[in-house]
Every structure is written in structure tokens, then in C-alpha cells.
């Protein structure tokens, strides 16, 4: 055994128990060791939550004395705990590290600033304290960075510069982060996403912003940013999911008009005012959030946006009728309470769900004059949800094809740990 130079377990999950013996040290010729469920070098660093393992206890230092490795990974063991040591910071030919969903506690080693050769560190889903050291800044072959959902705390980056150019994929989301916005993010030319959701960033967002030309995810709601959409935003042509919902952003949606990648904007728990105008040429805008802000205007610009299958737009200041969406046949959730609506629901009568062929079962000359809600089953195979004006009272759960249709509370607990619920985020 003291010539092997792979040693992957694969996904034996609860077949594969007890402790990482420290005897593993003793392996000097191991080039790849694989204690994770899934071997994910060279794929898109896809994640597998359904896969795992059930190693438990602390991690070895001893494995520090196999040098020669380039992978090791932990990934999905759950009940991996202690901290990661420092040791590990020896390991100076690993190009791979993963210590990913875990139960690691203490801080991120500032050791691992050593690991020159690093390109995949997945730190994430993890219980990690601490403040994101400084050495990790200087790692130039760095493409994937996961420190996702830890209880990290402090500036995420407290450098002018890295040495990041080489940077893909930045997940910092679910932590405590807080100060302004890392401006040392803008320089990181290569990234295509960037998670920074769930922290606590104050300020507005960098004017240079529109420097990260290749990103195509970006997603920094639930945080306390204020300000204007920066206008530099334009620049992100790439761009097809952008999520900035839960902040204190103000000024209007105008720096979304060059976008016409984008298939959803969640701008929803704002204080964003102006028109939709801006986005009436994105024409594979798929959902889009606008709920809680101070917009004005009509629908109009949405009327030729086909592909659209929700729009939340309630507690806003919209003005006009339902007319523009009565050619939207991929149409299956609408909220529009609590705007200045007039006219009738006539418009929605041959809204289709999921391509039925069944309309609008429901009288559609109600006026829309705010003292009343209506849902509609419109399709057999899908649910389709519509609430205009005041809800009042509680809506009962109504079976619709073996889906159900909501209370907009209700739809809104039920999806508030998704994301907005409505399509997996890419990875």
C-alpha cells in the first residue's frame, strides 16, 4: 500500500462510517485522495447534496505529510468536525481542496495562502468562523472559490487588489459579511458568477461594476446596499440572472436596457422607482420580480415579452389595465395587488398553462378596483396563480390538478428559503 497513488471511496453513504485513520499519512506516493462522495475535478464543480458519506470525527494532520498530492477531498461527509488543520498548508502541489459540506468549525487556516498551485478550494456549508484571511488573496491560479453559508464575519476582503484574475465562480452568500461592498471584486475580470446573498454589506454598489464583462450570475439580495443600480451595469452583456431583491436600492431599472441575456431580474424590497420601460427589449425575460417598490407607469413594455411566465408586481404604483399581458401565453403566476389597476380581467381569458388548451373558468368582467381578490385555475397541468387588488380575508387552498393555489403569504413562506422559488439557481 505505501506505492498507492489514488485512493477514491466514491458515494457509500451510510455503508461508509467511522474515523479517517491517521495511518493515511503514512501514504507518500498518494497523489489523489478522494474521501468525498463525488470526484468533481475537471467538471463544472456541479454540487451533488443528494450524495454523501458518513465519516465522522476530526481530519488527520498526518495527511499533511502526503506531499505529493494535488487532490483531497472531504466533500459530503456531514459529520467531519474540529478544525481544518493547519498543516494542510504543506500540501503545496494540490490544485483541488475540498472540505465542503461538513461540520468544520474554527477559522479558514491562514496557511492555505501556501497552496500556490490551487485552482478548486470549497470551503462551504460548514460551520467556519472568523475573518477570510488575507493570504488566501495572493493565490493567482485560483478559478473556483466556495465559502458559502459559514458564519464568517468581518470585510471579506480587506486588500486593494488580488491576485484573482484567473477567478470564475465566487461564492461568499450566507454569512456575515459586512462593510461596503469589496471593491477588489471589480477587478476580477474573468468571473461569471458571483453569490454574495444573505451578508450584511452596507453601501452602494462600485460605479466600475461593469467591468466584470463576462458575468452571467449575480446575486447580491438580502443585504443592506443602497444607492443606484450602477450605470456601468450595461456593460455586463453576459448577464442572465440577477437577483438584487431586500436591500435599500433607489433610482430606476434603466441600466438593464442593454441586457437582453437576462431571464430573471428579482429586484423585489426595494425603493426603486420609474417605469418597466427599460426592459421592454428583454426578450428572454423569463420572471420578474418587482414586487415592493415605487414603480409607475402601465404594463406596456412587458406586452412583447413572450416568453414571461411570472411577474410580481404588487404593492407599486402601476397605473392602466391588464391589456398588455393578454398575449403573454406562457403567463402562469401574476401579483398585482395593491396598484392603481382599472379596467377588467378580460384580458386574462385565454391565458394557457404548460400548453392546455383550457381558459379562464371564471366570470372575467370583475372590476379591478381594488376591493377584492380572485384566483383562477386556468390550466390542468399547472396551477396558475393570479391575485389583483386587496386580498382580503384568507384565500382557501383551492385543488388545482393536484397543485394548489395560495394565499400570496402563504406562496411566499413556501418559497422563501428558494430563492424565489421559481427555477434552480444555476451553478
Known amino acids: ?55 465522522r470525527g476530526p481530519i488527520p494532520k498526518s495527511i499533511a505529510n502526503c506531499t505529493k498530492l494535488w487532490y483531497l ?13 493547519r498543516e494542510y498548508g504543506q500540501l503545496v502541489n494540490l490544485e483541488y481542496l475540498s472540505f465542503e459540506q461538513n461540520n468544520f468549525t474554527g477559522s479558514i487556516p ?32 485560483l478559478k473556483f472559490l466556495n465559502v458559502r453559508n459559514n458564519f464568517l464575519t468581518g470585510s471579506f476582503l480587506t486588500v486593494e487588489s488580488t491576485s484573482w484574475s484567473r477567478l470564475e465562480k465566487l461564492f461568499i452568500d450566507g454569512n456575515n459579511f459586512r462593510g461596503a461592498f469589496p471593491r477588489a471584486v471589480t477587478a476580477m475580470t474573468a468571473l461569471t458568477i458571483l453569490y454574495m446573498f444573505d451578508n450584511d454589506f452596507t453601501g452602494g454598489l462600485p460605479e466600475n461594476l461593469g467591468q466584470l ?31 438584487a431583491g431586500d436591500n435599500n436600492l433607489t433610482g430606476t431599472l434603466d441600466p438593464l436596457r442593454n441586457l437582453s441575456l437576462l431571464y ?29 417598490n415605487r414603480f409607475t407607469s402601465t404594463l406596456d413594455p412587458l406586452r412583447n415579452l413572450s416568453l414571461l411566465e411570472s411577474l410580481y408586481a404588487e404593492n407599486n404604483r402601476f397605473t392602466g389595465t391588464l391589456d398588455p399581458l393578454r398575449n403573454l401565453s406562457m ?41 377584492f381578490w380572485r384566483a383562477f385555475e386556468i390550466g390542468i397541468p399547472i396551477g396558475v396563480v393570479i391575485v ?13 390538478a393536484r397543485h394548489w393555489l395560495l394565499h400570496t403569504q402563504d406562496f411566499a413562506r413556501h418559497f422563501s428559503k428558494g430563492r424565489y422559488g421559481v427555477f434552480n439557481e444555476p451553478t
Open 110 to 141: 491562514s496557511e492555505l495562502g501556501n497552496l500556490t498551485k490551487i485552482k478548486y478550494l470549497h470551503l462551504g456549508f460548514n460551520a467556519l468562523e472568523g475573518e477570510f484571511p488575507v493570504e488566501l488573496a495572493s493565490l493567482s491560479e
Open 331 to 371: 403567463l402562469i403566476s401574476l401579483f398585482a395587488e395593491n396598484n392603481r389597476f382599472t379596467g377588467t380581467l378580460d384580458p386574462m381569458r385565454n391565458l394557457n398553462a404548460s400548453g392546455s388548451s383550457a381558459t379562464l373558468g371564471a366570470p372575467p368582467f370583475e372590476l379591478l378596483d381594488g376591493t
Open 213 to 243: 464583462a463576462n458575468l452571467q450570475v449575480f446575486d447580491f439580495s438580502s443585504n443592506h446596499l443602497d444607492g443606484e443600480l450602477p450605470d456601468s451595469l450595461n456593460n455586463c452583456t453576459q448577464l442572465q440572472w440577477l437577483q
Open 73 to 85: 477531498d472531504f466533500f459530503g461527509n456531514n459529520y467531519l468536525t474540529g478544525p481544518i488543520p
Open 264 to 292: 430573471l431580474i428579482a429586484a423585489g424590497n426595494n425603493n426603486l422607482t420609474g417605469t418597466l420601460d427599460p426592459l421592454r427589449n428583454l426578450s428572454v425575460l423569463i420572471s420578474l420580480f418587482a414586487e415592493n
Open 1 to 55: 500500500m505505501s506505492s498507492l497513488r489514488v485512493l477514491y471511496i466514491g458515494a457509500q453513504e451510510e455503508f461508509f462510517k467511522g474515523f479517517i485513520p491517521e495511518e493515511l499519512g503514512l501514504l507518500s506516493e498518494l497523489e489523489v485522495l478522494a474521501l468525498g462522495a463525488v470526484f468533481n475535478f475537471g467538471l463544472q464543480q456541479e454540487y451533488f447534496l443528494y450524495q454523501s458519506n458518513e465519516m
Open 388 to 400: 389583483i387588488g386587496v386580498v382580503i380575508g384568507t384565500l382557501r387552498t383551492m385543488p388545482c
